[in-house]
Each structure stands twice: as C-alpha cells, then as structure tokens.
C-alpha cells in the first residue's frame, strides 16, 4: 500500500471497511426478515393454514439468526419469535 497521508493509519482504513461491510450485510438479514414477517401476518389474516406453516419456521429462524449475532438485541428476536408464534397459533386454532 502506497504512503499515507499523515493522521491516516491503515488499521483505521480497515476497520472502516469492514464495519460498512457489516452494515450492509446486517441491514439485509433485517430486510429480508421483515419482507418474511411481513408475508406470515398477511397470511395469518387471511388465515391461511398451509403458508402459515409454511413461512412461520423462516421467520423464526431469521430471527434466531439475528439474535445470535447481535445484530439485533437477542431479547428483542426472542419477542418478535414469541409473538409471531402465538399470533400464527391462534389463527390456525380459531380457523
């Protein structure tokens, strides 16, 4: 790598690179969970039983997935879990 100006230190470069690295990717695990929740209460008021099914165990392990890796609060990912599941339940219990 080519001489810096002085005040710019590599290590520094890097870690700005790697932190908007992180940020892009945090930002599309968040994206794609939404766009999942966002089918799975569409289909659970449409009480739709077999899609229910079907997206219920994404959106958790989207999730699950997020909570893991901080990116977001793992007691935040365990709410959403906990809601959508029962939300998802009682919809395919009442149908």
């Not at 590599?10 to 945090?26: G, Y």
């Not at 930002?27 to 739709?48: E, G, P």
Request: glycine content about 2%; overall charge positive.
């Amino acid at each position: 790598m080519a001489k810096l100006k002085t005040g710019r230190h590599t290590s520094s470069l890097k870690e700005v690179r790697k932190a908007n690295r992180r940020h892009w990717a945090n930002a599309a695990a968040k994206t794609s969970a939404r766009d999942v929740v966002k089918d799975l209460r569409n289909a659970i008021q449409s009480k739709d039983a077999a899609k229910v099914k079907e997206l219920l165990p994404k959106a958790m392990s989207s999730w699950t997935k997020m909570g893991n890796r901080n990116t977001v609060h793992p007691a935040n990912a365990s709410r959403k879990i906990a809601r959508l599941s029962r939300a998802a339940h009682k919809a395919l219990t009442v149908a």
